[in-house]
């Protein structure tokens, strides 16, 4: 159980002088996204303590992509459907959003 790297040791020396180690849960980073690494904004971290609209966005890529990168890869998206662009064109980091957004 105390071997995952998802619990946090804490060592700590008792009153008595004793070397123990606590076990605890790390806390829970804010969402980034997954082009630019930026905090995306509208997202509790609490997770199921609230409402679904708390917990992630409702639009395309929502709590995945910041709206600026959603904007990006959608216009490239278009553009290559449209052939004004070719897929090699595109940053490597967009390329995985505009084949998911050409194959819907």
Do not use: W
């Not at 630019?36 to 708390?54: P, Q, R, T, Y």
Request: glycine content about 8%; some cysteine.
């Amino acid at each position: 159980m105390h071997r995952s790297r998802s619990i946090r040791r804490l060592d700590r020396v008792t009153p008595k002088g004793r070397h123990v180690i606590h076990y605890s849960r790390k806390k829970n980073s804010m969402p980034h996204c997954g082009i630019c690494s930026a905090e995306l904004n509208g997202i509790s971290i609490d997770g199921k303590s609230k409402g679904k609209s708390l917990r992630s966005n409702s639009r395309i890529f929502g709590g995945v992509l910041c709206p600026s990168c959603t904007a990006k890869v959608i216009t490239y998206a278009s553009r290559v459907e449209n052939g004004e662009m070719k897929l090699s064109e595109v940053g490597i980091r967009q390329r995985a959003y505009i084949l998911q957004m050409i194959s819907h």
